[in-house]
């Protein structure tokens, strides 16, 4: 008899880690944990945590016999910037785990009768602008806009919503009759900025970097132009995304990927923000011309209109609640503990 379990891998990731603090709360059955690091001693108590490789075949395959998954958040990935030093590893990671955890979630659907829900973190990386006058001209791309990334990471996330597509609509070209198949639905994220975690590898890292490095007294120079503009999210409401996503009924999905977004504001912008709360602060610019590049690609904003109508999808963080009742309380609390 397999134990019915959720499966998180990446779990010790930064988008890991918040949502296990939220689900450690509201679900009664086994969380098992997948992630090359060891958790945190204070998350290791509410998981079942496996270390190793989402690439680990055997481990896999064990997880398979040992366990049922109604759900499994794949959050494990190399982000932009890191994917760049080695493009080769990215794509197995990003793309080669990906294909093995669908695989597993559709072998189980079939097997168990009923779909496995697979849910995927996307990422404004799955766009690609071609230059600024582009970016300026088109501020809220919609899903199906500008689909061109220019990254080892965009590219891997964008094959692996299509992957994730096929295996929940076309699996095996399965006729109507035989609907057990994986039920795959997709978040595009922003930029996200915990209070709690530092992220790494990713090229919107100089908003939350900026950030953490006030909060320590510690001068930062930001790797990009101070007119560079993305959309941000507050880790909380990535993970009400992520879950409230995951509870929708299937029937009010219209897309496999939806948008979501929060605020967008420049970097100069994220740096007055960080100066009304630490008011000593050194930032300074001193662009990258690579992270640079990545960031021009993406766009100003998306439009999350659809998933705000399908699934009521509505951020709680607005910026000025960002970082006033969120970012700051927290942050001084964690650098003065
Ligand atoms: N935060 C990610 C990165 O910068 C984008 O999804 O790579």
Redesign the pocket.
Known sequence: MRKKAILITGAAGEIGDALIHRLADSYSDEILTLDLQPMNAEVSRKVTHMQGSILDKSLVDRLVSEYEFDAIYHLAAL???RAEFTPDAAHQVNVGGTMQLLELAAQQSQWRGEPVKFIFPS???AYGLPDLDTKHAHPQVREWEWNDPTTM?GCN?LYCELLGGYYSKNYKQLSAEDPIMVDFRAVR????ISAFTV?S?????YGPEMLHAAAQGVPYAAFVREDTTIPFMAMPDAVDALLDMAAAPRENLSRVVYNVTCFAISAAEFRDQVLKAFPEAEITFKPDVKRQGIVDSWPMDTDDSLARKDWSWEPKYSLERCFVEYLVPNIKNRYTD
């Open positions: 982000l932009s910037t990422s404004i990386a990471y996330k994220f922003p930029g996200l992220p590898g990713g090229t919107s890292d």
